[in-house]
């Protein structure tokens, strides 16, 4: 079968010669195609478009500028550009050895699965390539927490976390998948359910340049898990239950050096909202950003709702400390409970609506995107 292998890269230049010519002596023979989706800060376009002009095969680059969806949207955007509808996908840094895609293909071509999955896990595969034991501590932890939240979906999947992997696009909805970060094959896999077989191989050390994993990489992991297993109400409450607790600390330290609780209330909830705001831009509403208008316009919109609902909820913090005697952070913590699903709905529905698009009338209206809607299985 003919293949388009899709390369993310992120100024991962001094890897490329050495990435070409180990598949082009991998798949000698063969008809296939490289896409380079890349999001650098340096040379790395140059020295692609330098190679790509010397390749015997078709060499092409998309380099994105300003992508803030990560690896996983520029796999998306190979996706959508490949030629071919099986799709391999690797990392650039050549820990995924070009050598082992034939038996990723010869598995294919058997055609009974619609992915093949390149596995750390399953018998015969290493993660040697980790940079310590913390790292595969934490891929480990990831994998099994990610199969105990799919686990029909993720039967036959050992490595559910590797970027290794060989796809046809078309037993995937594309344009359905919404990616956070690096683990793209998870929202191919939890989207759908799809006939999965894996083959093991060794992960190996990098060639050239530094790991892209970050804590951030970490916290947009969950956040994706979240969006996945339970919907985007489920990350709005993470990131609700993160400022809920930031509130009630600095709440709690305002209070310790001697300022009086309402006060430092309010100082607490203009910290809390502002920051807020900014993790459902870049985590749970990022997927809705494009199509709802300016930043500062939702900003000045979601900032209005909690500065009002602050201005309701304080009194009644009030209410709670001075008449009912409840103390004043567990008073605190009930009022940002009950403020929470108003939050959501004012957020989703008026925060980040798309704007109107001058549809004339009568003309039919595009189905709402269901991602993030809906448990998954």
């Known amino acids: 079968m003919d293949l388009s292998i899709i390369v993310p890269t992120f100024n991962e230049g001094p890897n490329v010669d050495e990435l070409l010519q180990r598949i082009g002596d991998a798949l000698d023979g063969r008809v296939f195609e490289v896409i380079f989706v890349d999001d650098s800060t340096d040379d790395t376009p140059a020295i692609i478009n330098v190679a790509a002009n010397s390749s015997p095969f078709p060499v092409r680059l998309i380099h994105r500028e300003n992508a803030d969806a990560g690896l996983g949207g520029a796999v998306v955007a190979g996706f959508q550009a490949a030629t071919s509808r099986w799709c391999l996908v690797m990392d650039g840094d050549l820990q995924h050895p070009p050598e082992d895609i034939p038996r990723l293909i010869d598995r294919a071509e058997r055609g009974d699965v619609d992915v093949v999955i390149a ?8 993660s040697k390539g980790l940079a310590d034991a913390t790292r595969t501590a934490v891929s480990r932890a990831s994998t099994a927490l990610t199969k105990a939240m799919f686990p029909r979906k993720l039967a036959n999947c050992s490595d559910p976390m590797t970027g290794f992997f060989l796809v046809n696009t078309e037993a995937v909805d594309v344009e359905a998948l919404r990616p956070r970060g690096f683990k793209i094959l998870l929202e191919v896999l939890a989207r759908r359910q799809l006939r999965v077989d894996e083959v093991p191989f060794d992960f190996a050390e990098r060639h050239a340049g530094t790991s892209k994993a970050t804590f951030t990489q970490g916290v947009r992991f969950l956040t994706q898990l979240a969006m996945l297993r339970f919907g985007r109400m489920s990350a709005f409450a993470l990131v609700g239950g993160f400022g809920a607790i930031a509130n009630l600390v600095i709440m709690w330290g305002l209070i310790r050096i001697g300022m009086d609780y309402v006060p430092a209330a309010i100082i607490a909830s203009v910290i809390t909202i502002i920051t807020n705001f900014l993790l459902l831009e870049y985590l749970v509403f990022a997927d809705m950003r494009s199509e709802s208008g300016r930043m500062l316009t939702r900003f000045l919109k979601s900032f209005s709702f ?15 400390v001075e008449g009912a005697h409840i103390p004043a952070v567990l008073a ?10 108003l939050r959501f709905v004012f957020h989703a529905l008026v925060v980040y609506a798309p704007r109107r698009s001058g549809r004339p009338a009568g003309a039919p209206e595009a189905a709402p995107a269901a991602a993030g809607r809906r448990t998954l299985e």
Do not use: M, Q
Not at 119 to 126: E, V
Not at 332 to 341: G, K, P, R, Y
């Open 119 to 126: 596995s750390r896990y399953a018998s015969g595969g290493t």
């Open 306 to 320: 909690n500065g009002l609902e602050a201005i309701i909820r304080i009194p009644i913090l009030s209410i709670l």
């Open 332 to 341: 605190a913590a009930l009022t940002l409970v009950a403020a929470f699903v």
